[in-house]
């Protein structure tokens, strides 16, 4: 079997996440490491307050660990400036929320849009990533609209499209499909599976939904700040070959 470099798209080693309260410290993130490869999707499990949320903003650079390396494409964002930092999360990551957080005053296509106007991308580049993922997502007939004229589904499918319009290698999602129902939640989760298989992006998703985490190469679990895999590559999922 031909030996070929493991290319890492996310290597978080020794994560640690503490808050300071007035009589105690809670320890959101242990320790936590993860190496995940280029075109992997990986999700996250674990119970209500076990640090799944807090240790995903790191990996994206929305928040900071206390200890630890987070890299992304082989660059150490826990070194970046805030300036730094928030170049490169525009051109290389995209993250969804729980709650889709669009701009209230901004129709759906202006938050679409929204990351290509802090990355000062020029028109041409993003035209053809916006074509399709409206298309792909069904929002050409809702782009002038405002979110609070959009259903709860409609509004997790703009944020999608604007956690996508820039084409990022890397993708968060945390619970993307959390405050929909069961339909809704199917339905905006294949989409976004089947954008990302064609653009060949990188996911980690944090889930409770087992239906949803079982879509996963591999699965993680986060019980109280402590990093699990919880299930391995199975049955020929695994895309790349161990070279040790
Ligand atoms: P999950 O996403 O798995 O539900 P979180 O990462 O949101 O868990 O939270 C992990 C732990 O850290 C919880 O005990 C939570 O209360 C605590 N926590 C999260 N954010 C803060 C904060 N800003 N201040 C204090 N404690 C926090
Ligand atoms: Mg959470």
């Keep these: 079997m031909a030996r070929r470099e493991i290319e890492y798209m996310l290597q978080a080693e020794s ?5 300071r309260q007035p009589e105690s410290v809670i320890t959101a993130v242990n320790r936590a490491n993860i190496k995940i490869e280029k075109g992997e999707f990986v ?4 119970s ?3 640090g799944k949320s807090t240790f995903l903003h790191i990996c994206a650079g929305l928040d ?7 890299l992304i494409d082989n660059e150490e964002i826990t070194k970046m400036g805030p300036d730094e930092l928030g170049r490169f999360r525009g051109e290389k990551m995209g993250f969804i929320y729980q709650r889709h957080n669009l701009v209230p005053q901004f129709t759906a296509l202006e938050n679409i849009l929204l990351p290509t106007v802090m990355c000062n991308k020029a028109d041409a580049s993003y035209q053809e990533s916006l074509r399709e993922l409206v298309e792909c997502l069904g929002l050409s007939e809702r782009l002038h609209h405002l979110p609070s004229e959009l259903s709860g589904g409609q509004c997790q499918r ?3 499209a604007r956690a996508l319009i820039n084409n990022p290698q890397m993708l968060f999602a945390d619970e993307p ?3 929909l129902d069961r339909k809704n939640a199917d339905e905006v989760l294949s989409l976004l599976l089947k954008i990302r298989e064609t653009r060949g992006q990188t996911l980690l998703m944090v889930t409770h939904d087992l239906a949803i985490a079982e879509q996963a190469d591999r699965i993680f679990r986060m019980d109280n700040g402590i990093l699990k895999l919880e ?6 999922n695994k895309k ?3 070279t040790f």
Aim: hydrophobic fraction near 40%.
């Design 240 to 242: 790349t070959v161990d």
């Design 177 to 179: 499909t959390g405050n």
């Design 64 to 70: 900071k660990a206390n200890a630890g390396r987070i």
């Design 231 to 236: 299930r391995d590559y199975i049955g020929g």
């Design 43 to 46: 999700a996250i499990i674990g």
């Design 158 to 160: 703009v944020a999608i």
């Design 48 to 50: 209500s307050g076990s």
């Design 15 to 19: 994560v640690i996440k503490q808050y």
